[in-house]
């Protein structure tokens, strides 16, 4: 704005509402709109308009119909129910692994706080109750935790694990020494080396990542690192830079001045990563950060640069779903 | 071990499940469901509501518009596939109908009145009374219709002249001036 002094004006501009309630409700109105808008549902005036043999046909189908639903009604309480045996199958894959001190040559279950190791050559799969399944990889040691409708709860102490889940957001767990992976629709592999710290990759889906108040929400072609006492670091794409992956690791590794190497050799993709760096840099250095994302992706209409070095949570939130963070499940439950 | 999910770190998860709650009202009401759709309203009516209120400069035409909005993202709604935050989807379709409402007002009054210039047809700003003090949005209500759309659009909403240009059917150095006319007016008011 450089017309006729406009800076006071700017001001009032910026101070103006986002949302102005109407001083009436109109939805019945726009309801009533609806309901001429809509279309009669030319399958339903077909089959108002059929002969009556044809009728009749429908009618036969009626009890595989009822029966089709019950079966589906049956499978959604089986599937919502909680796990009375409270243990979950176990499957080798390759060699021997072990639940408890027993190795196991085909199927055995593994309960409450048994732990399910492989070694050099063996490989195992997990079925998580009725949400999907995990893949146990050589030199793995995991523990069941808890086997209730509402929290599938894993242990990963060390090793490796590709987790398969079909289930709605949050009902799956893995808690590592470093931190826990929450599922929110996805498939994911995680590694855990013998310190603690830990790699995530996302290969559908999104996956948090939680420890001691960090919070990282990493979708699909991210990764994510995790540190003992440290907790998640500040996801990365996996096609990444090797100067960028190196300097992220430095920042995350708790050296502030590798942010303008991060900065300067971030690139398109790792746009999700700078965002996620919106809320770690002091607010010193959330402007550089701001305009490297936005000379990417530019900001959304409301989300300015003085709100985001401001720290305003709306704003970079609103700019997340810009960046496609959190569209993936509308995308792809369809 | 890790414990329970300290409750100030999950702010960025509640937005993801609130998110996806509307990704599922969003679904229901593809197929059809108007009390899902009646929540989508709700979510959104404020925001939708204010941009035509801004661009139509009265209360009873916005009310208008916020309704046929809403109609309108009725019908369309199927052609949502979530690449871009539905927030931003739904702004995008509300100024294009807003847009769609003046092109067909000012074709009629075109044909009505027999001019080819839509600045000729614009009403001018009623003069506010000696020592009269307007506010931001009182001004803006009683800027000239071409005018206040450009200002809204540019000032308010963050568009470009280019893209302001292509929504209006004009020139960028119309919208510049348009802009400039705005702004000279608003502060006229705001003295």
């Not at chain 2, 206040?148 to 919208?175: K, P």
Request: aromatic fraction near 6%; glycine fraction near 8%; charge should be positive.
């Amino acid at each position: 704005m450089n017309d006729a002094d406009p800076s006071p004006l700017r001001e009032q501009i910026n101070s103006l509402p986002r949302e102005i309630p109407p001083a009436r409700d109109l939805w019945p109105e726009i309801a009533a709109r609806l309901g001429k808008a809509e279309r009669p549902d030319p399958r339903a005036l077909r089959r108002e308009n059929a002969p009556k043999s044809a009728r009749s046909t429908f009618r036969r189908f009626r009890l595989p119909l009822a029966i089709a639903a019950a079966v589906t009604l049956a499978a959604t309480l089986h599937w919502l129910r909680p796990d009375q045996a409270a243990s979950w199958a176990v499957d080798a894959l390759a060699g021997t692994p072990r639940v408890g001190r027993s190795g196991i040559a085909g199927t055995a279950r593994l309960g409450i706080g048994e732990w399910l190791e492989t070694d050099g050559s063996s490989r195992a799969k997990v079925e998580i109750g009725a949400i999907g399944e995990v893949r146990i990889e050589p030199n793995s040691r995991l523990r069941l935790i808890n086997a209730s409708a509402d929290n599938h709860r894993l242990e990963l102490a060390r090793g490796t694990m590709s987790a398969l889940i079909w289930a709605p957001p949050r009902l799956f767990f893995v808690e590592t020494p470093s931190a826990t992976a929450v599922d929110l629709g996805c498939a994911y592999t995680l590694t855990v080396d013998d310190q603690g710290a830990g790699l995530l990759e996302v290969t559908a889906g999104y996956v948090a990542l939680e420890h001691g108040g960090r919070e990282s929400i990493i979708p699909a072609g991210l990764r994510c690192r995790t540190r003992s006492g440290a907790g998640p670091g500040t996801p990365f794409a996996a096609k990444a830079a090797p100067e960028f992956r190196q300097a992220l690791d430095r920042f995350d590794a708790g050296d502030p001045t590798a942010l303008a190497a991060v900065t300067a050799a971030a690139g398109e993709s790792d746009a999700i990563t700078l965002w996620h760096l919106l809320a770690r840099v002091p607010a010193t250095a959330r402007g550089a950060v701001f305009d490297r994302l936005a000379s990417f992706r530019p900001a959304p209409n409301g989300v300015t640069r003085e709100g985001i070095v401001a720290g305003d949570d709306t704003m970079r939130l609103r700019w997340a779903g810009e960046l496609g963070l959190f569209a993936y499940r509308l995308k792809t439950r369809k | 071990m890790i414990a329970a999910l300290a409750p100030e770190t999950s702010a960025l998860t509640r937005h993801v499940l609130a998110t996806d709650e509307e990704s599922d009202l969003i679904r229901r009401a593809q197929a059809r469901d108007q009390q899902a759709f009646a929540r989508l309203y709700r979510s959104h009516v404020g925001r939708i509501h204010a941009l035509c209120r801004r661009m139509a400069g009265d209360v009873a035409h916005a009310e208008e518009l916020t309704q046929t909005v809403f109609v309108t993202l009725w019908e369309k709604l199927s052609h949502f596939r979530g690449e871009s935050a539905f927030s931003t989807w739904l702004h995008r379709l509300a100024v294009n109908t807003v847009l769609m409402d003046f092109r067909t007002t000012r074709r009629r009054e075109a044909r009505i009145f027999g001019t080819a210039d839509p600045a000729a047809l614009e009403t001018p700003p009623p003069a506010a009374s000696p020592g009269a003090r307007l506010d931001l949005e009182q001004a803006i209500a009683v800027l000239p219709p071409q005018a206040r759309a450009v200002f809204v659009l540019h000032d308010v909403e963050g568009y470009t002249h280019e893209e302001i240009a292509g929504l209006l059917e004009l020139q960028t150095g119309t919208t510049k001036a348009q802009l400039h006319r705005a702004r000279q007016l608003l502060q006229e008011a705001l003295r």
